[in-house]
């Protein structure tokens, strides 16, 4: 059973996703804001073990939002 738990980072909630493909695991994330705006992200990379391309699309989706904040500081994420 895939590993779906939504992890909350400075207001945000992520959801690291790695999808099967082509006999790899494409990494991807959701990210919703605070205000409850979602968007998901393009393919991130291709990964032969799910927990890894996960774990990549949670280290993407963190640094997306570090740069938002830093950025903005408004708390908005670019579509």
Same mark, same amino acid.
């Given at each position: ?9 400075? #207001?945000?909630?992520?959801? =690291?996703?790695? !999808? ?7 990494? &991807?994330?959701? @990210?919703? /804001? ?10 991130? #990379?291709?990964?032969?073990? =799910?927990?890894? !391309? ?7 989706? &963190?640094?997306? @939002?570090? /740069? ?12």
């Amino acid at each position: 059973m895939p590993d779906t738990t939504m992890i909350r980072y400075r #207001g945000y909630r992520l959801l =690291p996703l790695a !999808a099967y493909e082509s006999g790899e695991y494409v990494a &991807m994330f959701i @990210v919703q /804001s605070p205000d409850g705006r979602e968007r998901a992200s393009t393919e991130l #990379g291709s990964f032969r073990n =799910p927990e890894v !391309a996960r774990r990549f699309a949670l280290e993407r989706g &963190m640094a997306e @939002v570090d /740069s938002v904040m830093c950025r903005s500081g408004s708390g908005a994420v670019r579509s």
